[in-house]
């Protein structure tokens, strides 16, 4: 870098004062947040609602790579995807908690950074920030987010909860979050063995952008909501489609059938996977991180769910002992097998 | 060690395996507690009453030292340190979470041993471990944990509410839990250096336990419900008396004057300050994780609370202008100074 950047040492500020610091720039925007940062625990207010909680922990190298993850964007996602757990269970966040283990190698710049990430979701999802820790770390950057929200009994929506016959429905598109790891991994590789080259990102800023700036589908539980449509299961997709499938399928006791014309691929996406030799649909079924909600609903519903934006139907649910097969364009019928996540 | 134990490595079993593995003999307290493990986000029933939530994150080599800390106590406190934070709300804790991360060095029977510790605070504290997250660490074990309480909201307490004349009390004793880490890296170094020696633990049972086992005020919370007294303001003693004294005058804007002889300390950890020739109180005032209680009431309670046991009435809240103030037993007055938790 040209400009020598301004670093402020952690060990400067404490404990309280970083805490302070970091979260003073976060204003609250739900009226049932009674009590945020700065007592043993926050407050949250009910009223007949159910409380929804869902927590990630995010593990430098592993989870993500600073190498090419920008600290904004890495606070972002980090919010983002818990926010993506509550979504899928047809609730809506209200609150965060984030828990940061920094080593000595992060100074107060590159905190803050962070915390712009976290405070640009939290403005975006209009969800507020109300606890969390913060800790050094012997080695690299740990984050633990926790996100709670509400929903009304009648509206929530579990992984158990879908039946032969029904629809399956998925949001967005998928594969492209996966490409864009492939894209970042090989200019990584380029860069670490030739420091000089220049990244050929190859305008793929839409592939990019899924990998390194994902967004959780919030207007999915308002369109539900609005066309009263409350799906029989749903789940958001992180692991793969091919392993969450798999999770709604085994909570609910039931087979599927996929059609692969009916898995959405974004065109960016496709031609990616072939520069790479690899098959559009496994990175659709397999590559995991899209965050988009994949639901299944009553037949009755699908007039209503035809009407939405943006929701594409892939098949429908069988007996259990169909297994779960998809259905190539070929004409071909294959078992879907979960690879999902594997950091283990 | 003589036998040689069972090593099962985690890659067997992969996420969901581990997950199954851990949280199967997980059974639920909590009416509650409408869906725990196993989907997006649990789910937690509401009525009237506030959600309280506290998170905390626990790094090896920062909060924990594996070469004395048994990996089931470990579980056990990392549980009760979050409830305590619930009990400062004056909120009855219902559900945790838990993730971890696991470096290839631990064994599923490394983890098990873990998660046999964090039930066995949940079976003690009845309450529900509803998710979590596991992943894979580069280095070393991280722990995180949230809890998730509920409260009245007439009968929340915040560290804010104290008033000019509150009594300031404290249950339990201080400085123990201090005093059992400087024994058990005493003995660290010894066996660094000596490893034939054999641990010197002087039967100090009672404080060892303190720092490796310690317990959360659950009955303190009942005590005050069944007297009917709402503590004015309330925190847990983790980061030291004095620190967690000043965070209460610093949100409530009042000074405080406590006596030397309402501290209330252990003969044990008395008697071992003086061997390691510390000053007894200075290992109350800044030694932390006694996971007691620390509150102030109305002076017109005094009648009710001096009835309950373990209770010690240790001075009174002043103006903010007079600072806060240790009147000793000698006869002189000092500044008390915060040190309390310097990770940085």
Redesign the interface.
Known sequence: MEEKEKRTE??E???FG?IDKLTAQFESYQPGT??GV??????????????????????????FDLMYTPLKHLGYKAVVVNL???Y??N?TPG?V?V???LSSRFSLEAVEELYAGIKAACDYYKVDL???????????L?I?V??????A?AK?T???GAKVGDIICVTGNLGAAYLGLQILEREKQVYLSEPDTQPDLEDQQYIIGRQLKPEARNDMVKYLAKSKVVPTA???VSDGLASDLMHICK?SNVGAFVEESGVPIHPEAQQMALKFQLDPITCALSGGEDYELLFTIDPKDLPEVRLLPDIYIMGELTDRDQGIKLHTKGGNIHDIKAQG????
């Open positions: 952690i060990g500020l404490g404990e970083l009674v009590k700065g007592d043993d625990a926050a407050v949250i207010k009910g009223g007949g609602l159910y409380t929804v909680v869902s927590t990630d922990l995010l593990l430098e190298g592993i989870h993506s757990d509550i899928a269970m609730a609150q908690t828990s940061i283990g109300v606890g969390g820790d913060t800790a050094s770390s012997q080695q690299g740990v633990s926790t996100a709670v929200g509400q929903v009994p929530i579990y992984r158990s749903m789940i958001d909570q996540w594997r950091h283990f």
